[in-house]
């Protein structure tokens, strides 16, 4: 298995601004993914976090929005950027560990004002 | 895309009563993972299914993917209440093999009374 934590647990921010969420792990990985859970709603992959280049976006997900960093292979970033009451969600990284397994971290709970 | 449907979308049981959760997908599943959901909160990884007719159980808890690999179970024995919250299953969305991006069913929640 894998311990993942993520920083912040929980933020409320003022619409405009932007918000940073780190995602650590105990051990190196090689797939690290950021989801998004809306309220009500089911998880939704925003991007893979690729080490070392530029990350992959899903549909509906763009750089500009949700720029991710992945520096090694135990961390990753993943901003929030000119945030709007759409965007209050709670955010997810997950992991696949050595055996296929896929790991969640805790979650950031996000609130847009 | 593949979409999954979960059902029941929820369940309220008595406790120490067996109850089974299901998942059936529009397209073949190469993974199927199981995770359960507290409100609000991160998701604990239960058991990944890969294989036709993979059956697998960790304590009360057995996951079973069927043998044409396009509908999971869930079934919980003796339910207790500390099973209660939200269960999630998840398919590798890759076609032929993993890639290890999940599409999410909507979930199903599960209220076990003592």
């Known amino acids: 298995s894998a311990v993942i934590s993520q920083k912040p647990s929980r933020d409320i921010c003022q619409r405009g601004t932007s918000l940073t969420i780190q995602c650590q792990v105990d051990?190196?990985?090689?797939?690290m993914f950021w989801y998004r859970q809306q309220p009500g709603q089911s998880l939704t992959l925003i991007a893979t976090?690729?080490?070392?280049?530029?990350?992959?976006?899903e549909s509906g997900f763009v750089i500009d929005k949700f720029p991710i960093s992945r520096p090694n292979l135990t961390f990753s970033t993943l901003t929030v950027s000119n945030m709007s009451p759409e965007d209050s969600s709670i955010y997810l990284c997950?992991?696949?560990?050595?055996?296929?397994?896929?790991?969640f971290g805790p979650g950031t709970r996000l609130t847009v004002t | 895309s593949q979409e999954l449907e979960q059902s029941p979308q929820s369940l309220i049981v008595q406790e120490g009563k067996n109850l089974t959760i299901n998942c059936t997908s529009s397209?073949?599943?190469?993974?199927l993972y199981w995770y359960k959901q507290k409100y609000g909160e991160g998701l604990i990884f239960l058991m990944m299914?890969?294989?036709?007719?993979e059956e697998k159980s960790h304590e009360k808890i057995t996951a079973k993917l069927d043998e044409k690999k396009q509908q999971s179970s869930l079934h919980i024995t003796a339910s207790q209440p500390s099973h209660a919250g939200i269960y999630l299953c998840?398919?590798?969305?890759?076609?032929?093999?993993?890639?290890?991006?999940?599409?999410f069913g909507k979930g199903t929640l599960l209220t076990v009374n003592p």
């Open positions: 998840g398919a590798d969305r890759g076609s032929g093999g993993s890639n290890y991006k999940l599409t």
């Open positions: 397209k073949t599943l190469y993974g």
């Open positions: 299914l890969q294989k036709g007719g």
């Open positions: 051990s190196q990985v090689t797939m």
């Open positions: 976090a690729n080490q070392g280049s530029e990350a992959t976006y």
């Open positions: 997950s992991v696949v560990s050595v055996s296929y397994e896929q790991y």
